[in-house]
């Protein structure tokens, strides 16, 4: 801690403020005019031919040019060309082209006057036509016009004559006529009455009614063209503001002419050339052009009504004649040169204006700017003409702020000036520290070494805290509370490694008593006293988009503004929980750019903000941005940090690099309408013919456009119809039946597609032009990518059928051979049955009769032979049944089942019984199942037979729920044989069961019992 020792005062110095005080009465209007900058458009830019004659814009906002070689396009970003060159986009058969006109009968129509010829050019199909003047008319167009009750007014030579007169419906009808002369001049045009006038050579002007009475002739001016005298000359209604101009050829000279008392004014003299050019812009301007000079003429300004611009436009481009003026629907004058275009944007001048250098582009570079309690605003300029400026901010002309104090070098390096309205007094801090007495307007520095607190190579911050000390420090190492009161100085120590290399940019003290100190590194917030809170940084939670702080500003409801460089605007708000949250506002969101130097908000609660490319405001009612630019009256386009200030009459001052700017947020700020986003072009590539297909566009109705699958990738190129910086036009895309929402697209005037999945699209762009200003509506583009032919529902279709034709054919096939295994089967069954069953019945019936005449042990063989024949018989049946395809119904095998029974039990003593349960006894069986359930039932009753020594024997067969059950019990008593074991009978059971996917149980309990469970039937 140390104590002030000494103040000194600083002496007057008269002739810097002398000097200061001149330069001011010639540069310090309070609303002095701002001129815009014009933007030169050349064949760098992709103009097709330089020499440009006419000017023209069509209904959907596009730019047509008349050049001497065709026709060009311009969508503010591409050009197309119409000539008849082999390298035009469309070729048509023209070549010097001195007008271009939207038709007013047809909005998709030009009238084209090229090659003293008049023709249509149809902007959706490119159909160009000729007018084809009727005879005895048809001689060479010189000249048309088109009124405003869409009447078309056409010159005409024919032989030695020209003739004037309205063509309709394919009729011409002369209203008046010239000799013709080796001078030509002739132009039409229309008075605010409606009525049309003719100049010629002969005549001067001629004034006809709508009707083509003729009224009166006027002649204003003659001149001697090689000896002959002509009345020729230049003339211009202009509607607006209800005055006729004329620009004779005598003199180099512009009247305004009142023809009620037939008088002139001379309103611009000693001109290089006569005139040859005017229009009138949207406040009312009428801008008028001799070959090399352009002026602009406002009425209304009674100091200096007549504005030079020809050496601004000089600067952007060499040319030696200015051909035409034009001004389009959003207020842009174009000039068309011999050498290129240039457009100049005429947008309404919205703000004033202080220390303002219109010779300069960067002159009075300003800091500081505060507001004593007596309402004088000083500003401190640090370039240009330096020193401390006061003014009281209420008058418009030169209300004089003058510099103060005398001794400039002790002011160098301020950026900050803190005003202590208690004590009246400015603080500022440079290598010292000063204080600038208002009541006696003397200043005094503190006469300590501030060396280890202020820098010559960074700017040194300065606040003052609500409590009246202040805050100081080149970076986080150095930081330094001043408490004036005392007179001591106390240094703040923030715990940081790195705080040396942290340079520290501003300090500002939020609602809660937080400071908050912006540095290159992020944010470090202190307490009253001093000690580190937190770090908010690129990687803290919430994170800030960018470490380098610019400016930050606490608005009333605590809202924490922060301006970065490259990260845009943070927002900072303390949440339910005390917790930090962000929200980040980028070029992306609208603002006018990412370096944010100062902020401030208006009583409407809009934050206003500065930056390195403009202002921009933002509207946090409708979450919008709209930004302010040079062609709207700002100074300059970039502003400094430490430079702002809101007075007490809610104006708000923002300083930057020629002057200040002073907003009133009340006014209107000129928010416009864009007109609607024009699809401009479309096209696609197919790799396979390495043939690209371009389609130029302007038309409201959009076809549905289909992309074949065999091409690679398409593209549809648009355009915002608004050529104030259309470079910085934003858009917003949706495809929709792809994605969810709109993404933001930059500002690109195209996208592109690669291998888009097949399928019905609507590609949907809106767009916001340079201020923020939404375009009218959305394009909505209709395209369907079609698929190939594999992937089309005819061949699905094809396919499905193709592939069941396929299957009926092996369906029909298996089935052919299962009709042929069973015609076999029953083939062999039959065969079986005749042709063996019948030898083995013979064998055995011959064993029987040779047993009549046989001795006993011979007779007894041939029983042996008789038995075995028989046996085989029966079992040849078995197996010859079980094949046989005749016999494949449940009722069938059932049938079996009872004759067997009855073979084998029927003539002992064995009593059976078969029970029948729930069966579909129509079902057939197949083959295999059929089979191993008779020979699984026949093997089980020959065991009964052989081993049980039963008495009885129960047979039960039928579905019991989702199980299929034959079950063969016999009353085999304890003491029987049971089978076998080892036997090949049991054996058979199980592998036959296991081959039709069933399960046997063969239990012992009160006799035998065979038990068979599978699938039901």
Request: glycine share 6%; proline share 4%.
């Amino acid at each position: 801690m140390f104590a002030l020792q000494r103040s000194v005062y600083l002496p007057w110095n008269r002739g810097i403020l002398s000097c200061a005080f001149a330069f001011w009465l010639g540069t310090a209007a309070l609303w002095a005019q701002i001129l815009p900058k014009p933007i030169a458009i050349t064949t760098e830019n992709g103009l097709g031919f330089r020499h440009v004659n006419y000017i023209t814009q069509d209904n959907s906002g596009l730019i047509w040019l008349a050049t001497q070689k065709g026709i060009e396009r311009y969508d503010g970003y591409e050009f197309k060309t119409y000539n008849n060159s082999k390298y035009a986009h469309f070729k048509v058969p023209i070549d010097k082209v001195l007008k271009i006109q939207q038709a007013l009968q047809d909005k998709d129509v030009l009238l084209v006057h090229a090659d003293d010829k008049l023709f249509t050019l149809n902007v959706c199909n490119h159909d160009f036509r000729e007018i084809i003047l009727p005879k005895p008319f048809d001689g060479l167009v010189k000249g048309f016009y088109q009124s405003g009750n869409q009447k078309l007014y056409l010159s005409v030579i024919k032989g030695q004559k020209l003739l004037f007169g309205e063509y309709a419906q394919n009729k011409f009808v002369p209203w008046a006529e010239s000799p013709l002369e080796k001078y030509y001049g002739n132009t039409i045009k229309e008075d605010g009455e409606g009525n049309i006038w003719w100049s010629n050579v002969h005549d001067g002007l001629i004034k006809f009614s709508p009707g083509g009475q003729k009224i009166k002739s006027i002649l204003l001016d003659s001149f001697m063209w090689y000896g002959h005298k002509f009345y020729y000359s230049e003339y211009h209604h202009d509607t607006v503001n209800k005055q006729m101009l004329i620009f004779p050829k005598s003199k180099n000279e512009v009247w305004l002419y009142d023809e009620k008392t037939k008088t002139k004014t001379i309103i611009a003299k000693d001109l290089t050339t006569p005139v040859y050019h005017a229009v009138t812009d949207e406040q009312k301007n009428l801008w008028f052009a001799t070959k090399t000079q352009l002026f602009m003429y406002n009425k209304n300004d009674k100091v200096s009504p007549l504005l030079d611009f020809s050496q601004q436009v000089q600067n952007q481009l060499q040319f030696t004649g200015i051909q035409h003026l034009f001004v389009d629907k959003l207020n842009v004058l174009w000039i068309a040169t011999n050498n290129g275009l240039i457009k100049l944007p005429l947008s309404k001048q919205l703000f004033g204006n202080l220390l303002y250098n219109r010779t300069s582009d960067w002159s009075n570079e300003m800091r500081g700017i505060v507001q004593t309690k007596d309402k004088t605003i000083y500003a401190y300029c640090e370039n240009g003409n330096p020193g401390l400026y006061k003014t009281n901010g209420l008058e418009k002309k030169s209300q004089l702020i003058y510099p103060f104090p005398n001794d400039i070098r002790g002011l160098d390096g301020i950026n900050y000036l803190c005003y202590d309205d208690q004590k009246n007094v400015i603080w500022a801090l440079s290598e010292k520290l000063i204080c600038i007495d208002m009541a006696t307007e003397k200043a005094r520095y503190i006469p300590f070494d501030l060396s280890a607190v202020t820098s010559k190579i960074h700017h040194n911050p300065l606040a003052r805290l609500k409590d009246g000390r202040l805050l100081m420090g080149f970076n986080l190492s150095k930081l330094t509370l001043y408490d004036p009161k005392t007179n001591l100085f106390r240094k703040i120590l923030i715990p940081n490694k790195q705080a040396e290399n942290i340079i520290t940019e501003v300090f500002v003290e939020d609602q809660r008593g937080d400071i908050w100190v912006g540095t290159n590194s992020g944010i470090f917030i202190l307490n009253n006293e001093g000690k580190l809170k937190t770090v908010l940084d690129e990687h803290s939670s919430p994170a800030l988009s960018k470490n380098h702080v610019l400016c930050i500003y606490v608005s009333p409801e605590n809202r924490i503004w922060v301006g970065t460089f490259g990260g845009g605007l943070n927002v900072l708000q303390y949440g339910p929980d005390d917790k930090l949250v962000i929200q980040v506002f980028d070029t992306k969101k609208g603002l006018c750019d990412d370096n944010i130097t100062a902020i401030a908000d208006d009583k409407k609660k809009n934050i206003w903000v500065s930056s390195y490319n403009g202002i921009s405001r933002y509207d946090a009612k409708a979450n919008i941005f709209q930004n302010f630019y040079l062609e709207d009256g700002l100074t300059h386009n970039e502003f400094n940090y430490t430079s702002s200030m809101v007075d007490d009459r809610g104006l708000i001052w923002f300083g930057g690099l020629n002057g200040i700017n002073i907003i009133d947020p009340e006014k209107t700020l000129n928010q416009k309408s864009n007109p609607g986003l024009v699809l401009t072009s479309f096209t696609k590539y197919n790799p396979n013919t390495h043939f690209t297909h371009h389609e130029i566009l302007n038309c409201g109705q959009l076809p549905s456009y289909k992309i074949s699958p065999s091409e690679s990738w398409f593209q549809f190129n648009w355009s915002l119809p608004n050529y104030f910086k259309n470079d910085k036009s934003q858009y917003y895309v949706w495809l929709d039946g792809l994605e969810p929402s709109w993404s933001y697209h930059g500002n690109t005037p195209f996208i592109r597609y690669y291998n888009l999945k097949y399928g019905s699209y609507t590609l949907r762009v809106k767009a916001y032009d340079s201020k923020g200003n939404p375009s009218s509506g959305e394009l909505a583009i209709p395209f369907t990518v079609l698929p190939f032919f594999y992937q089309t529902w005819w061949f699905t279709l094809f396919w499905i059928g193709g592939l069941a034709g396929l299957f009926y054919l092996l369906y029909r096939y298996n089935l052919n051979k299962k009709l042929a295994m069973e015609r076999m089967r029953t083939q062999i069954a039959s065969d079986l049955h005749d042709e063996i069953g019948s030898m083995l019945s013979g064998l055995a019936m011959q064993s029987e009769l040779l047993q009549a005449g046989a001795q006993p042990v011979e007779r007894k063989r041939f029983q042996v032979i008789s038995d075995l024949s028989r046996t085989v018989v029966s079992k040849m049946r078995d197996l010859v049944w079980s094949i046989d395809s005749r016999s494949d119904t449940v009722q069938d095998l059932l049938d079996k089942m009872h004759e067997k029974l009855a073979t084998l039990l029927g003539s002992g003593d064995i009593s059976y019984r078969l029970n029948v349960g729930d069966l579909p006894r129509d079902k057939t069986l197949s083959i295999n199942v059929r089979q191993q359930l008779f020979l699984i039932f026949n093997e089980s009753i020959v065991n009964v037979l052989r081993h049980s020594h039963a008495t009885n024997v129960l047979v039960e067969i039928g579905n019991q729920g989702p199980n299929f059950i034959m079950r063969i019990q016999d009353n085999g008593f304890p003491g029987a044989t049971t089978i076998p074991s080892t036997g090949m009978g049991l054996k058979n059971i199980y592998m036959r069961a296991e081959k039709i996917q069933a399960t046997v149980e063969i239990t012992q309990k009160d006799g035998f019992e065979v038990k068979l469970t599978m699938h039901k039937w």
